[in-house]
């Protein structure tokens, strides 16, 4: 059941009657639109993208990309996520996703994110994850954010610590990927931490 933000604490309650527009040097955050869709299939379709995720699936079958895309509203009115596509301006072209997995009891979210291809290696996803922690930090209240990656993944380990994420474990099989059991190593960061220095504009 989703929390009823009527009967929650207000000290609990977060902030998320508006989809967020977030800006960085490089890039513009903003929600998917259903005419992401084709876009999202080409660049998440990549087996290199799936391999590393825990859900994202392969091959990435017509239709997935707008299914995903039709869960982002309910999920965010019910403050249990935010999924925002990562996007290059001045053109708009997407490149990538970042988003937050919300727990509300206890005012933390699970990082998430993944980026096209092409774009690999330009400080892309530390952008916009940078960002994200910066939202759920100062817009949403959240007191924690940590993330997972694949042991066998180390540029998202060293997108987490860019971020100036902590090193808090190394979790020994935790998942079956393809039929492979996979190490994951997690990061987390408080509120309280020293955050790099905030790279969102407010326009
Ligand atoms: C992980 C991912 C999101 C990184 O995106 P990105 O935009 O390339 O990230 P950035 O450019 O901000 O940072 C990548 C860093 O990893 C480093 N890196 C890349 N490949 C590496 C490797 N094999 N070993 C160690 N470091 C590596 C880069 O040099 C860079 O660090 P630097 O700035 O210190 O040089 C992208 O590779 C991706 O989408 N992978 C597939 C999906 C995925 O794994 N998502 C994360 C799930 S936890």
Request: hydrophobic share 40%.
């Given at each position: 059941m989703p929390p009823d933000p009527g009967s929650m604490p207000e000290e609990s309650r977060l902030r998320m009657d508006e989809w967020?527009?977030?800006?960085?040097?490089?890039?513009?955050?903003?929600?998917?639109?259903p005419e992401d869709a084709a876009t999202v299939q080409a660049l998440a379709g990549?087996?290199?993208?799936?391999?590393?995720?825990a859900t994202i699936p392969h091959p990435y079958e017509d239709g997935v990309a707008e299914a995903w895309i039709a869960t982002h509203d309910q999920a965010f009115r019910d403050g249990k996520s935010v999924i925002l596509a990562i996007t290059l301006p001045p053109t708009g072209e997407l490149i990538g996703a970042t988003g937050l997995e919300i727990c509300t009891e206890h005012r933390r979210a699970e990082l998430g994110y993944w980026v096209g291809k092409p774009y690999w290696n330009n400080g892309y996803c530390t952008e916009a994850a940078g960002a994200m922690l910066e939202y759920g930090f100062e817009v949403l209240g959240l007191d924690r954010i940590f993330a997972h990656h694949f042991t066998r993944n180390p540029a998202s380990g060293r997108v987490m610590q860019k971020l100036n994420m902590k090193h808090e474990g190394h979790m020994r099989e935790h998942l079956l990927k393809w039929g492979v059991r996979e190490?994951?190593?997690?990061?987390?960061?408080?509120r309280t931490d020293p955050r790099p220095k905030p790279n969102l504009i407010h326009p």
């Open positions: 967020p527009i977030l800006h960085t040097r490089r890039l513009l955050l903003r929600r998917f639109r990549d087996r290199d993208i799936a391999s590393t995720t190490d994951l190593e997690i990061y987390g960061i408080l």
